[in-house]
């Protein structure tokens, strides 16, 4: 049976819910580039508040494209809980995404953070489920320290940040605060986001604005190395594009990794903050 839970979702918070659409949908091929099926349950549930969907023009590289960030994402807290089973992992706006039963919820020893604005994770609550054993929600703004004094208390383990479709919408100056103070309060810890080019920055708010979402994206990065210039200790690790990716889907796109300002429209960015102590 359909049920609604009328979320009033607003701006950027609105976005989730197209993240979600569109692994539930994803979910549902035969070749899916990645399964989660907690997104086909939501979008059954919450079937009258997807109806926005339908007003969203998105073509097929506009759908392929966030999936295949979204499982980039995936691996790469996949390969830090590999090297670093008993690590901390930070989700910075995790917004609907089932992240930690995608890829943690088998791991023992692992502590899981979930962060986002606090009627997102009320939200999560209610959609998804409550906290539990090794799997935690802070409800706050990432700009808020008090959060990270509360996970302050675990640093003497590895760290990992993450923070998918999040940090274009912040300034530049809100950006580099808090990639400092991780950096301050958290040495040695990984950091990985996802940032877009000032081309695709001009381009995706034109979008944004035809879809009437209310909301556009405000940084842009053109080169990971910038971050390294932003204070000491600051290292780009490695780095990952959709034009990197071999999935057939992308086949009659590939003229686009010899066209340096589309290629790099979206990039993965993977950072060490500063060197751990001892």
Same mark, same amino acid.
């Given at each position: 049976?359909?049920?609604?839970?009328?979320?009033?979702?607003?701006?950027?918070?609105?976005?989730?819910?197209?993240?979600?659409?569109?692994?539930?949908?994803?979910?549902?091929?035969?070749?899916?580039?990645?399964k989660d099926e907690k997104a086909v349950e939501l979008v059954t549930r919450m079937s009258r508040d997807f109806d926005f969907m339908k007003q969203i023009p998105m073509k097929e590289v506009?759908?392929v494209v966030p999936l295949l960030r979204n499982r980039q994402f995936d691996r790469y807290a996949q390969d830090f809980l590999t090297r670093h089973p008993d690590g901390v992992v930070v989700?910075?706006?995790?917004?609907?995404?089932?992240?930690?039963?995608?890829?943690?919820?088998?791991?023992?020893?692992?502590?899981?953070?979930?962060?986002?604005?606090?009627?997102?994770?009320?939200?999560?609550?209610?959609?998804?489920?409550?906290?539990?054993?090794?799997?935690?929600?802070?409800?706050?703004?990432?700009?808020?320290?008090?959060?990270?004094?509360?996970?302050?208390?675990?640093?003497?383990?590895?760290?990992?940040?993450?923070?998918?479709?999040?940090?274009?919408?912040?300034?530049?100056?809100?950006?580099?605060?808090?990639?400092?103070?991780?950096?301050?309060?958290?040495?040695?810890?990984?950091?990985?986001?996802?940032? !877009? +080019?000032?081309?695709? %920055?001009?381009?995706?708010?034109? *979008?944004?604005?035809?879809?009437? #979402? &209310?909301?556009?994206?405000?940084?842009?990065?053109?080169?990971?190395?910038?971050?390294?210039?932003?204070?000491?200790?600051?290292?780009?690790?490695?780095?990952?594009?959709?034009?990197?990716?071999?999935?057939?889907?992308?086949?009659?796109?590939?003229? !686009? +990794?010899?066209?340096? %300002?589309?290629?790099?429209?979206? *990039?993965?960015?993977?950072?060490? #903050? &500063?060197?751990a102590a001892g």
């Amino acid at each position: 049976m359909s049920e609604t839970t009328n979320p009033t979702l607003s701006g950027v918070s609105q976005t989730l819910l197209i993240t979600v659409y569109l692994r539930a949908m994803e979910t549902q091929r035969p070749d899916a580039l990645i399964k989660d099926e907690k997104a086909v349950e939501l979008v059954t549930r919450m079937s009258r508040d997807f109806d926005f969907m339908k007003q969203i023009p998105m073509k097929e590289v506009n759908k392929v494209v966030p999936l295949l960030r979204n499982r980039q994402f995936d691996r790469y807290a996949q390969d830090f809980l590999t090297r670093h089973p008993d690590g901390v992992v930070v989700h910075i706006g995790c917004g609907l995404d089932s992240r930690f039963e995608r890829v943690a919820e088998r791991n023992s020893q692992v502590e899981w953070y979930d962060l986002d604005l606090p009627h997102v994770i009320e939200l999560r609550r209610k959609l998804i489920g409550d906290e539990r054993e090794r799997y935690h929600f802070l409800a706050c703004s990432v700009f808020e320290e008090a959060w990270m004094e509360a996970v302050s208390a675990l640093r003497q383990r590895f760290f990992l940040f993450m923070a998918e479709g999040v940090f274009p919408y912040f300034e530049e100056t809100q950006v580099k605060w808090l990639v400092l103070a991780l950096r301050d309060r958290f040495p040695g810890a990984e950091l990985v986001f996802d940032a !877009i +080019s000032p081309f695709e %920055l001009w381009v995706g708010n034109i *979008r944004l604005a035809i879809s009437k #979402l &209310g909301v556009r994206a405000r940084w842009g990065l053109r080169r990971g190395q910038e971050l390294e210039g932003w204070g000491h200790g600051i290292r780009l690790l490695d780095e990952w594009g959709f034009c990197d990716d071999p999935t057939p889907r992308l086949d009659s796109l590939r003229w !686009i +990794s010899r066209i340096p %300002l589309l290629a790099r429209a979206l *990039r993965v960015y993977h950072f060490q #903050l &500063g060197k751990a102590a001892g």
